[in-house]
């Protein structure tokens, strides 16, 4: 399915945004799905930080990513966490803050794998990744 035809229901799902900025925003996931399947079908291997706030752009990833190995890493961390992290990094998403999106990114999905930020620095994580790869792969 192409993303240009996104069901208004799924335009919606993230009311505090304008439209306008919806419609760039449309714009802008379309470009990264389709740079992501690009890079994959030109033999890259990626590893893509991407925060899953909205269902149907998932679901059109997902749908891209057919006949591709991919996996999909859950980077837990609580609210509160989140909170103070994106505090302490002076800088908030163009979607707003953490806590607009929070509850989207952990409902529902299926996640491959799952990590935890607040328990496992970023060099722990990274192991964890590497040793499930491999797992997946030997």
Same mark, same amino acid.
């Given at each position: 399915?192409?993303?240009?035809?996104?069901?208004?229901?799924?335009?919606?799902?993230?009311?505090?945004?304008? &439209?306008?900025?919806?419609?760039?925003?449309?714009?802008?996931?379309?470009?990264?799905?389709?740079?992501?399947?690009?890079?994959?079908?030109?033999?890259?291997?990626?590893?893509? &930080?991407?925060?899953? %706030?909205?269902?149907?752009?998932?679901?059109?990833?997902?749908?891209?990513?057919?006949?591709? $190995?991919?996996?999909?890493?859950?980077?837990?961390?609580?609210?509160?966490? +989140?909170?103070?992290?994106?505090?302490?990094? #002076?800088?908030?998403?163009?979607?707003?803050?953490?806590?607009?999106?929070?509850?989207?990114?952990? !409902?529902?999905? $299926?996640? !491959?794998?799952?990590? $935890?930020?607040?328990?496992?620095?970023?060099?722990?994580? +990274?192991?964890?990744?590497? #040793? %499930?790869?491999?797992?997946?792969?030997?």
């Amino acid at each position: 399915p192409s993303i240009k035809t996104i069901p208004k229901k799924y335009c919606n799902e993230n009311k505090n945004l304008s &439209d306008l900025i919806q419609k760039s925003l449309v714009k802008v996931i379309a470009g990264m799905n389709e740079s992501i399947v690009t890079y994959l079908r030109l033999g890259n291997n990626l590893i893509v &930080d991407y925060i899953l %706030f909205n269902k149907f752009f998932l679901k059109n990833l997902r749908d891209n990513l057919k006949g591709y $190995d991919v996996f999909f890493v859950k980077v837990q961390v609580s609210l509160e966490t +989140a909170n103070k992290r994106e505090q302490e990094r #002076n800088n908030i998403c163009p979607l707003g803050p953490v806590s607009t999106y929070y509850s989207q990114v952990y !409902d529902g999905l $299926d996640y !491959d794998l799952v990590v $935890d930020s607040e328990k496992n620095s970023s060099h722990e994580i +990274a192991i964890q990744i590497k #040793n %499930f790869i491999e797992k997946r792969y030997i």
